[in-house]
């Protein structure tokens, strides 16, 4: 490199920097001031935007929450129903079963009750004579088994007692009867027992309903006609006939 081609390029380094200097060193204009953005309203603006954006999210989800809580409360009524629902289902169909097996073991022994009442009347009538054989004993001994098995499949008497107020539901009155040993509209006599397994009656007791005695009458109507008849008869004056008859026979005149 000759010396003026050194000379030119230091004279070139040298001289750019001032021009960079130069530049910047440039007045700014009115027209370079506005072209300029307004930063400090925008940061005072995008707060407010923010807030208000936040408020309505805000109000959104609290109303999906209200939403969801509505609808949780409604799923737990729906299944609190449904729970009682098949509670009441579990206890009815127990109940159902239950008279079902009630009604089936009825309908399987009610012929052995007029067995029962057979031997019953038997026994009523039975001689003293005849109570010591074993062979009656054997017979009782057969109505005491059988007894015995309708009690095991729940068939038990129904209360009939003389002197216990009547029950329509548990006692069938065939009659009256008038005694004063029983106050009037109880039970007088029973004809026949009666049967029930738990609340399912199977036949009701046959009774007789006692019936205050009438006092007697003195005298009827008629019977008080005859009297008063046979009265005035007695005290009638005697006939001509029956007064020549009573007088002494003399001469004719």
């Known amino acids: 490199m000759s010396q003026d081609e050194h000379t030119t390029a230091k004279a070139d380094i040298q001289t750019e920097p001032s021009e960079d200097i130069q530049a910047d060193a440039l007045p700014t204009t009115q027209a370079d001031v506005t072209a300029q953005p307004n930063t400090a309203d925008d940061s005072a603006a995008t707060p ?6 936040a408020s309505a999210r805000i109000a959104e989800l609290e109303r999906q929450l ?8 409604d799923y737990m009524q729906r299944w609190q ?33 007029h067995a029962l009442d057979s031997f019953e009347r038997a026994f009523a009538t039975l001689p003293d004579s005849l109570r ?9 001994l057969v109505d005491y088994q059988l007894r015995r098995a309708l009690v095991e499949q729940g068939i038990t008497e129904v209360a009939a007692e003389p002197g216990q107020a009547l029950d329509p539901t548990r006692h069938q009155a065939v009659g009256e009867i008038e005694t004063d040993q029983q106050p009037e509209g109880h039970i007088a006599v029973v004809l026949q027992k009666g049967y029930q397994t738990g609340n399912l009656l199977i036949r009701p007791a046959l009774v007789q309903v006692a019936r205050t005695p009438t006092a007697p009458e003195t005298a009827t109507a008629s019977e008080q006609g005859k009297t008063e008849k046979a009265d005035g008869e007695s005290s009638a004056p005697a006939t001509p006939e029956a ?10 005149p």
């Open 243 to 252: 007064t020549e008859e009573t007088q002494p026979s003399g001469p004719a």
């Open 66 to 73: 209200a939403t969801e809580r509505d609808a949780a409360t």
């Open 81 to 113: 129903r449904a729970v009682a629902d098949f509670a009441n289902f579990k206890r009815r169909s127990q109940l159902e079963q239950e008279q079902r097996d009630q009604m089936f073991a009825a309908q399987a022994l009610a012929p052995v009750l």
């Open 132 to 140: 010591g054989y074993t062979w009656i004993e054997g017979v009782a």
């Open 48 to 53: 407010a935007g923010s807030a208000d954006d």
